[in-house]
C-alpha cells in the first residue's frame, strides 16, 4: 500500500456526501466527468486539477483501485482538461528539442507481448457500449444483405458462377454467400432451383452439379460406361465425373446407394493383387499409405475384401500383428499386443511422457487411445484402466505447493493443459483429479478461471457462466453466432460449441431466446 501522509489525512475528510458509493454506467457520463478544468474526487468530493497525487497520498490507495471501484477506464489519465493540455505542450516540446524519443515499433511490440497476460476486463460502461455499437452495426448490416444477395442470385441466374459475382465490387465474396446458404435455408433452397437450371458448362466451371447431372452420371455409370466415356458424353474431365462419383456413392440411400454397391462389387480386383498388398504392409507401411500407390486397388476395397474373406482377413492380422507399435497406430490399428504393453506401462506407474519415450508413440496420440479405451474396450480392459487411474492417483504426483503454482499460472491467462506441458508441472489429469478432491481448491479455480477473458476461455474450450449470460443477452437482440464472437472477442466456433453443449446438458430453459 502506499505510504500514508498525514498532512493530507487530516485535511481531506469526506464532504456530505461522500464517499459516491455508485459507479459510471455510461461512456456520457465517464466523457462528462473528465469535461471539466478540475476533476472532483469522488472519495471526499473535492476538486483538483489532477488526483492522481491525491487519491495515493490523502486516500491511501492505488489509482487502478481508484477507477476499478469507479468503473473508470484504465487507460485514461486522472488529470483535468487544463492539465492535460498542459503536459501534452510540454511533451510535445521536449520531442521536437530531440530530448525524447519515440518507442519504435519493434520495442512497442515486445513490451506488449511482455504483459500480454496482464490484460484487464474492460470497465462495464465501455463494454456495454461496445456491445450496443456492435448490435447497431449487426442490425443495420443484416437489413443491407437481404437486398445484397437477392441481386447475388440474380446475377448467377444470368449464367456467372459465384466466384465470378462474389469479385464483383458491390457483392459479398464468395465465402459470405456460402456462409448465408448455411443459414438461412429458403435462401439456399432458391439458390438449388435455379443452379440445378444452369447450362452443365457453368456448373462445371463452379465446381458444383445439381442432381440432374448427378443421376445422369448414376444412370450412364451402371450401363457400364467408364468415367472417360462419361466424361465426352457430358463435355466434362474425367476429374470432375470421378469426384462426383466418389460424393454420390457417400451421400446416396436405398435403392440407389444397393445399385452402386453392387457396381462396386463387380469391378473388385483379383486376388493375387491384394497378395501383393500384404507384401507391402509387411515392409512397414499402412493400408492407407499403399493404396495411393498407382498399380494398387485404394485403401477402402482393401477393407472390403478384407470383411469379405476370413483367410484373407486372419493373414492381414498375422502381418499387421508383427507390425512396429508406431506403424500400427499410424494405420489407427492398434494390436492386442500393443495394448497389453500400453496397460503394463501404465499400472507401472510411468506418466505419458515416459512412455512415449519408451514406445516412440506422441503422448497426445497415447492418452487418445487411453481414453477411447475406457469408453468402447472391453469390461476387462475398462477394468484395467480405472484401477490403474485410481492408483496413479493415490500417489503423490504433486504437492500443495505445485497445485498453488500451477493455479498462479492458469491466472496469467494460460489454460490447464499448457500449463500441464510445463516440465515441472504435474500431468493434467492429476490436476482434475485434485481439483475435485479439494472443495476449496475447486472453488478457487472456477473463480479464477471464470475472470480470465473469453479468448483464453475459449483456448481451453470451457466457458465460464458469465460467458453464457452474454451469450443469452446478445442472442435475445437478435445477433447470430458469429456476430455474438466478434462482439465478445472469440470465434464462431467457439460460440457455436458452446451453445451446443449447454442445450446437450440441458443448461438452457426451453424459450430462453425467444
Known amino acids: 500500500m502506499p505510504v500514508k501522509s498525514k498532512k493530507y489525512t487530516r485535511k481531506n475528510a469526506p464532504l456530505p456526501g461522500f464517499p459516491w458509493d455508485g459507479k459510471f454506467n455510461n461512456t456520457a457520463a465517464i466523457k462528462k466527468y473528465f469535461s471539466h478544468d478540475r476533476l472532483q474526487c469522488l472519495l471526499c468530493g473535492r476538486d483538483f486539477r489532477g488526483l492522481g497525487h491525491h487519491i495515493i497520498r490523502g486516500h491511501n490507495i492505488y489509482i487502478d483501485d481508484y477507477r476499478e471501484q469507479f468503473g473508470l477506464p484504465w487507460s485514461k489519465g486522472l488529470d483535468g482538461k487544463s492539465l492535460k493540455e498542459l503536459k501534452g505542450n510540454v511533451i510535445r516540446k521536449t ?9 519504435d515499433g519493434a ?6 507481448q511482455k504483459y500480454r497476460h496482464k490484460k484487464r476486463n474492460p470497465p462495464e460502461a465501455l463494454r456495454k457500449a461496445f456491445i450496443d455499437r456492435n448490435v447497431k452495426r449487426f442490425t443495420l448490416k443484416r437489413k443491407r444483405e437481404v437486398k445484397v444477395y437477392a441481386e447475388f442470385l440474380r446475377r448467377i441466374k444470368t449464367g456467372r458462377t459465384p466466384s465470378e459475382v462474389g469479385r464483383d465490387k458491390d457483392m459479398p465474396v464468395v465465402g459470405h454467400f456460402y456462409a448465408q446458404l448455411q443459414k438461412n435455408p429458403a435462401y439456399k433452397k432458391k439458390f438449388v432451383a435455379i443452379w440445378d437450371k444452369l447450362p452443365l458448362k457453368v456448373q462445371s466451371r463452379g465446381g458444383h452439379f445439381g442432381e440432374s447431372v448427378k443421376n445422369r452420371i448414376v444412370e450412364l455409370r451402371l ?9 465426352k458424353m457430358l463435355g466434362l474431365s474425367k476429374a470432375s465425373v470421378c469426384r462426383l462419383w466418389v460424393d454420390i456413392k457417400h451421400r446416396s440411400s436405398g435403392a440407389k446407394r444397393k445399385k452402386i454397391e453392387g457396381y462396386e462389387k463387380s469391378l473388385l480386383w483379383g486376388a493375387e493383387i491384394y497378395e501383393e498388398y500384404l507384401k507391402r504392409i509387411a515392409s512397414g507401411r ?3 499409405e499403399v493404396g495411393k500407390d498407382k498399380d494398387m486397388p485404394p485403401a477402402h476395397s482393401f477393407g472390403y475384401h478384407v470383411r469379405k474373406n476370413p483367410a484373407f482377413r486372419r493373414k492381414f492380422e498375422e502381418i499387421w500383428g508383427k507390425q512396429p507399435f508406431a506403424v500400427q497406430v499410424r494405420g489407427r490399428r492398434p494390436t492386442k499386443s500393443f495394448i ?9 506407474g510411468l506418466s505419458w511422457h515416459q512412455m512415449s519415450r519408451k514406445l516412440g508413440i506422441d503422448h497426445g496420440t497415447l492418452q487418445g487411445i487411453w481414453f ?12 484395467i484402466v480405472t484401477d490403474s487411474t485410481r492408483k496413479y492417483h493415490k500417489e503423490p504426483h504433486g504437492s500443495a505447493a505445485a497445485m498453488e503454482e500451477f493455479l498462479r499460472r492458469i491466472r496469467l491467462d494460460r489454460t490447464p493443459r499448457e500449463v500441464s506441458q510445463d516440465k515441472d508441472m504435474p500431468e493434467l489429469a492429476y490436476f482434475y483429479y485434485y481439483v475435485g478432491r479439494h472443495a476449496d ?27 453464457k449470460h452474454e451469450v443469452i443477452r446478445l442472442k435475445r437482440r437478435g445477433l447470430t453466432n458469429s456476430e455474438i464472437g466478434h462482439t465478445l472477442g472469440v470465434k464462431g466456433n467457439a460460440v457455436n460449441a458452446a451453445w451446443w453443449r449447454w442445450s446437450k446438458n440441458r443448461e438452457l430453459k426451453k424459450g430462453i431466446v425467444a
Open 286 to 288: 499402412t493400408p492407407a
Open 372 to 383: 477411447k479405451l475406457k469408453k468402447t474396450g472391453t469390461k476387462a480392459e475398462k477394468k
Open 340 to 348: 497389453k504393453a500400453l496397460f503394463d506401462l501404465r499400472i507401472s
Open 107 to 112: 520495442t512497442f511490440t515486445k513490451r506488449m
Open 441 to 467: 481448491y475447486e472453488r478457487r479455480y472456477r473463480k479464477i478461471w471464470e475472470n480470465l477473458p473469453y479468448a483464453g476461455q475459449a483456448r481451453g474450450k470451457r466457458m465460464g457462466d458469465r460467458f
Open 95 to 103: 520531442r521536437r528539442a530531440g530530448k525524447m524519443k519515440f518507442t
Open 223 to 231: 450401363k457400364g460406361h467408364t468415367q472417360l466415356e462419361i466424361g
